[in-house]
């Protein structure tokens, strides 16, 4: 019986997915193009990926492409809790919200902006200004 359990994202950008990682300071492992990496779960089962995120020594959340073109996360998630001490919620929350600023950030770049300022509000927040010359 597997415990793997997945979750599913409207996430996009593989690049803007692993700066959130780096920003939680989670180590992963890439897959080389067109192989996969393993996810380790309960009782040494193993699950495949593009990604493996090492949530602990033993348990690891997995990062699927769906045929979709989004990214879903794939773990054992009452492993990763017990372990790491980040439940699948935490996790999703502070990920995605890290994501988020990458995605923005990238975009930002790609139509030309220059950031004139950035700043975290109280209630975690961020506001950026940008400029453009025209």
């Known amino acids: 019986m597997s415990h793997f359990t997945s979750v599913k ?12 990682i ?4 989670m180590q992963f492992t890439q897959a080389e193009e067109h192989q ?12 495949d990926a593009v ?3 090492h949530a602990s020594k033993t348990y690891d959340i997995g990062v699927k492409l769906t045929a979709d ?21 935490e ?5 995605t919200r890290r994501y988020s600023y990458h995605k923005v950030m990238e975009e930002i770049k790609k139509k030309g902006y220059t950031i004139e300022s950035e700043e975290e509000k109280v ?8 400029r453009t010359w025209s």
């Open 9 to 20: 994202t409207k996430i996009r950008s593989l690049t803007s997915l692993i700066r959130a």
């Open 22 to 25: 780096k920003d939680l300071g």
């Open 36 to 47: 996969k990496v393993h996810v380790r779960g309960y009782q040494g089962q193993t699950t």
């Open 51 to 53: 990604l493996s995120i």
């Open 69 to 89: 073109g989004t990214y879903e996360f794939v773990a054992d998630w009452w492993g990763v809790e017990t372990t790491r001490g980040m439940g699948e919620e």
């Open 91 to 95: 996790f999703i929350k502070k990920l």
């Open 123 to 130: 209630d975690q927040t961020i506001q950026v200004r940008v």
